[in-house]
């Protein structure tokens, strides 16, 4: 039997922020995200995205938390992404199907999930290939 595989990489780096993004943070209060955030870029806009956003962590708990994706999407970079932050297990008040499908909704797609702390998880929502322009295609 081989042992347990062991993934130790960094959450900060498992969400994709790169030193220096433009991040903003809607609801979010996780004290360990917020300082491995702090420690990889000091562009963050807590509340309302600015222009040119590379990540949005949006905490959702209600269907009506997800309302705001379109509107969201307008300030991402075009390869950017929006991260569904929520509670999961028999906490959780949303699953991912309803991420989703408000996601597609919005005209976003989903594709990838992450652990976020041992009470919530991530999904992360983008802009899809075919409606980015094709120098941000990647």
């Known amino acids: 039997m081989s042992p347990e595989r062991v993934y130790d990489k960094p959450i900060i780096n ?12 809607l609801g979010v209060a996780d004290p360990d995200f917020r300082a491995a955030l702090e420690a990889h870029t000091q562009d963050i806009t807590d509340g309302a995205p600015l222009p040119g956003t590379d990540l949005i962590f949006l ?3 209600s269907l009506a938390e997800l309302a705001s994706l379109g509107e969201l999407e307008r300030a991402l970079k075009p390869n950017g992404a929006i991260w569904v932050v929520s509670r999961k297990g028999k906490a959780a008040t949303i699953r991912d199907v309803d991420v989703i499908g ?3 909704a919005a005209g976003l797609v ?3 999930v992450v652990a976020f702390s041992p009470t919530h998880t991530a999904l992360r929502l983008v802009i899809p290939r075919a409606r980015r322009p094709a120098t ?3």
Do not use: H
């Open 14 to 25: 498992k969400l994709g922020v790169a030193p220096g993004a433009r991040v903003a943070v």
């Open 59 to 61: 905490a959702a708990d």
């Open 102 to 104: 408000a996601a597609k």
């Open 110 to 112: 989903d594709n990838k």
């Open 136 to 138: 941000a295609r990647r």
